[in-house]
């Protein structure tokens, strides 16, 4: 059992949780993350690991409420337990030091990119920062990236924050005016797709961290493999994070919809009925 | 031994097996010639006194007889069921040879069954603590047996499993209609109450290294962590929506209940007409659970002929009672999608077998013609991998194959504080060969750690029970 220490809803939707886990927290690097299970009922599901403490042993996580798992997990509070959590899980981000970094983050796959920034900037790199979202309200952790960014850049669809745009626009521009050796891509598939086929011309290396649906998380199951340049891969052992120049996009797109009927219908049972048990409090 | 009814057992997730009346056990037991020279025990891997506790179920003694099967083998109620019988204690048996063996399996459940109608299970007595500390990684059938003849001895031990169950591929792999779940837990408890320690959700390489469990005290580590990574075939459309790994599916229903939901919240797809590619146990255990998930149609597509297929005899002899049908000499080429990427059919070639090859075996050949199957979901069961994340961890651990630890029959490997046993070093193989290997690491341990200077390869050598009954 896994206490939550703190929970915090940081932007409409999506919740940030500091959870008690010596063990993990005491191995967790950036890029790295967590299956999780609510309770007995639960399905398991990866999370990436948003910020540790080793000193205090704990792990940040941040999730946007989408599904039935996230939206009971909204409705923990501090002092509750989450029954399972394994890990930390997938290939580290490589840190080294690249020269200057491209950090672009979509929605809540920001947050993921936080424990990446703070890496790459400890290894001596420059790094531009551009953070995208449809509107000012979701953008997530803005004020933690200035701490380390070299460079901030903010577009929002609407306009309503720094420039009205997609955050591929911004890119293209910094690529130009820059020499930029490694863009590091993290949030909405169609959002790492857009930044992969932006950069591919320039020869600009790209890593994109993906999401597919996972079940166990340790190389045993396959539910989450992805075609990485024509070869099947395990994002939960082999990745998360892939060449973005090799990813076929349109094969993970499709996957991820795989169980869209069931999802709904979980929620809805969830939304509706209540039916089912949330917690598990001791 | 008794079967439920196909019809009615195919439409859900209960046991299919009966199991034997105590009239009928009775009946094994007094056809047992109990033989001077048992031939049924060299076919045993973990050496049970087969003819001794066959004997304790003619006076009626079941629990006796339990007692002695204890005394080999930690996991009874698990090995009366699952175990290939027909290829070990069964195949050997003398009565064989004429007619029918004495049903060994059959009795060994039913005296396992019989002590959990009663509702107690007898604790041997452990030996006092030692003060050694062993950690075991993987609580599937070679770390259990490790763990719980470790425990007898005294030794202070810690299972480490990387889901959220102890159990492994009694748990994950093998269906509740062949193994049923609470049989696994009863055993698991077991374990338990030698004073086994079972810490669940920790991924041993990178929760922990074993590097850090070295230095926390730990003596030496035992790695069984099993083949469970799925093999495919590298055939185009395999990546479709609606094509399951075996190991996937089986997971999803076993372990996640998926046959449950919207109960239990994992999902898992149910379809029409399904294909299971493979000839195996996992194959059969893949086409029986797609059955009961609601498949109308369900085929197995193997490349050999049935006489070539790795399976037990009784399951596929179960399959074929619950209407599976079988395609052989066929290998798939090709699995096809519609526009929106779900699959559609899968296109196989004819095979034949060929003359055989210095080696004996005959290997399929293609004959050029090809055929199409219309399916919904097409579950790939072609064998497993060595699971990779604790392998890949360990620096200097000599590796064979895709990732297979190199391990002696003793379970040592070439670095001094880890031994190895089960599918990790062998490869996919059954749950009683994983126990025998854990059996025989279990000694190699002690010795190690007794300071017995090398242990000897040997065959294995029952732990002696310090039962008082």
């Known amino acids: 059992m896994f206490k939550i220490l703190e929970k915090h809803t940081i932007a409409p939707k999506v919740d940030m949780m500091v959870i008690d886990a010596p063990h993990i927290a005491g191995h967790a690097k950036a890029g790295n993350f967590v299956v999780l299970r609510i309770n007995e009922k639960g399905e398991r599901i990866p999370l990436t690991i948003a910020d540790s403490d080793k000193r205090k042993g704990t792990i940040t996580l941040l999730f946007q409420k989408v599904g039935k798992t996230t939206e009971a997990l909204g409705m923990l509070k501090p002092g509750n337990k989450i029954r399972d959590i394994a890990g930390p899980l997938g290939h580290a981000t490589p840190i080294e030091k690249f020269g200057h970094c491209v950090l672009v983050g979509g929605g809540i796959g920001s947050a993921t990119l936080y424990p990446i920034l703070k890496a790459l900037k400890d290894a001596g790199n420059k790094i531009t920062v551009i953070l995208g979202a449809r509107t000012k309200d979701l953008l997530v952790w803005e004020d933690k990236f200035r701490e380390y960014a070299d460079e901030m850049l903010i577009t929002t669809d609407d306009g309503s924050s720094g420039r009205k745009g997609f955050v591929t626009e911004a890119l293209k521009e910094t690529i130009e005016k820059k020499t930029v050796a490694v863009v590091i891509a993290v949030g909405p598939l169609r959002m790492m797709k857009a930044v992969s086929e932006l950069t591919k011309p320039y020869g600009v290396k790209t890593i994109v961290s993906l999401n597919p649906v996972m079940v166990e998380g340790t190389g045993m199951c396959g539910a989450c493999r992805v075609n990485i340049g024509g070869k099947t891969r395990f994002a939960c052992t082999d990745g998360p994070e892939f060449d973005g120049h090799e990813v076929d996009f349109k094969e993970l797109e499709n996957r991820l919809k795989f169980y869209k009927e069931e999802e709904a219908q979980a929620l809805h049972l969830f939304l509706t009925k209540k039916k089912i048990q949330v917690t598990s409090n001791e | 031994m008794r079967f439920r009814n196909p019809e009615k057992r195919k439409k859900d997730f209960k046991e299919v097996s009966l ?52 005394e080999y083998n930690n996991l009874p109620s698990v090995c009366g069921r699952v175990c290939p019988q027909e290829t070990q204690c069964q195949g050997n048996c003398i009565k064989g040879k004429k007619g029918r063996p004495v049903a060994i399996g059959a009795l060994e459940r039913f005296v396992a069954d019989y002590e959990m109608v009663l509702g107690e299970t007898e604790t041997p007595e452990v030996q006092s603590a030692n003060g050694h500390k062993v950690a075991v990684i993987g609580s599937g059938p070679a770390g259990l047996t490790v763990a719980a003849d470790l425990a007898k001895l005294g030794y202070d031990i810690t299972v480490f499993e990387a889901l959220h169950e102890a159990g492994g591929v009694l748990l994950y792999g093998i269906p509740e209609f062949r193994l049923p779940k609470k049989i696994v837990q009863r055993e698991i408890e077991y374990v338990k109450r030698l004073g086994v320690k079972m810490i669940v959700n920790w991924v041993i390489g990178r929760t922990k290294t074993i590097d850090e469990l070295i230095e926390e005290g730990f003596e030496t580590i035992f790695i069984g962590v099993g083949a469970g990574a799925p093999r495919y075939l590298g055939i185009p459309g395999e990546n479709l929506n609606n094509v399951y790994f075996a190991s996937e599916f089986l997971t999803r229903v076993n372990l996640m209940k998926a046959h449950r939901f919207p109960l239990y919240d994992t999902p898992v797809k149910k379809a029409g007409r399904v294909a299971v590619v493979g000839g195996g146990n996992v194959a059969m255990d893949s ?88 399916v919904d979901q097409v579950i790939m069961a072609i064998g497993q991998r060595s699971n990779p994340i604790l392998v890949r961890s360990i620096s200097g651990l000599n590796l064979w194959g895709d990732g297979y630890i190199v391990a002696d029959r003793d379970g040592k490997t070439n670095l001094e504080r880890i031994f190895a046993g089960g599918d990790i070093t062998t490869g996919a193989a059954t749950v009683i060969s994983a126990m025998g290997a854990g059996k025989r690491a279990a000694r190699s341990i002690d010795n190690f750690i007794m300071g017995r200077g090398e242990p000897l390869s040997q065959p294995p050598e029952p732990v002696q029970s310090q039962s008082k009954h």
Not at chain 2, 29 to 44: N, V, W
Not at chain 2, 59 to 68: F, H, P, S, T
Not at chain 2, 329 to 357: A, F, H, Y
Request: proline fraction near 5%.
């Open chain 2, 287 to 374: 086409a029986r659970t797609a059955l009961r998930l609601g498949a109308e149609e369900v085929s197995i597509i193997y490349r050999r002929t049935e006489t070539e297929m790795p399976s037990r005899h009784e399951e596929v002899e179960n399959a074929k009672e619950e209407g599976i049908t079988f395609h052989f000499l066929s290998n798939p080429k090709e699995i096809t999608g519609d526009d929106r990427g779900w699959v559609q059919s899968i296109r196989c070639e004819r095979m034949r077998l060929s003359e055989p090859d210095e080696s004996g075996r005959r290997r399929p050949e293609s004959t050029g013609e090809e055929f199409v199957i219309e």
């Open chain 2, 19 to 70: 199991g034997l009346t105590e009239k009928q056990a009775l009946k094994e037991a007094l056809s047992c010639l109990q033989c001077k020279k048992p031939r049924c025990i060299d076919g045993c891997p973990v050496e049970i006194d087969i003819p001794k506790f066959i004997s304790f179920v003619k006076e009626k003694d079941y629990l006796g007889g339990l007692r002695k099967i204890r």
